[in-house]
């Protein structure tokens, strides 16, 4: 199962919308991030997940002896947006 490219683009396209939504949201209310750095971390997300899911998929397909763990990608997103947000705090 991969993710084809016009699928792509609408995941893509559509995370970045939300993004913009709760960064309007949290300029609207003067919080230190606004629209244009939710918009970015969530299409960039949102695109590392979908090529890891890809890259998971097809090496599987492949050779039925690897093991792919799309999670460890979701942490390692999880991490970095973690330290961003540590970052806006300070």
């Known amino acids: 199962m991969t993710i ?10 559509l995370a970045t919308l939300f993004g913009l939504i709760v960064g309007l949201d949290r300029q609207v209310k003067k919080k230190p ?10 299409a960039g997300s949102a695109a590392l997940m979908i090529v890891a899911i890809n890259y998971g998929a097809s090496a599987a397909a492949q050779d039925s002896s690897i093991s792919v763990d799309p999670t ?3 942490q390692g997103v999880l991490g970095g947006i973690g330290f961003l947000g540590a970052g806006a705090i300070i």
């Open 72 to 74: 460890r990608v979701v």
């Open 33 to 42: 991030l606004g629209a244009q750095a939710y918009m970015l971390i969530s």
């Open 4 to 13: 084809e490219t016009s699928d792509f683009f609408l995941r893509v396209i």
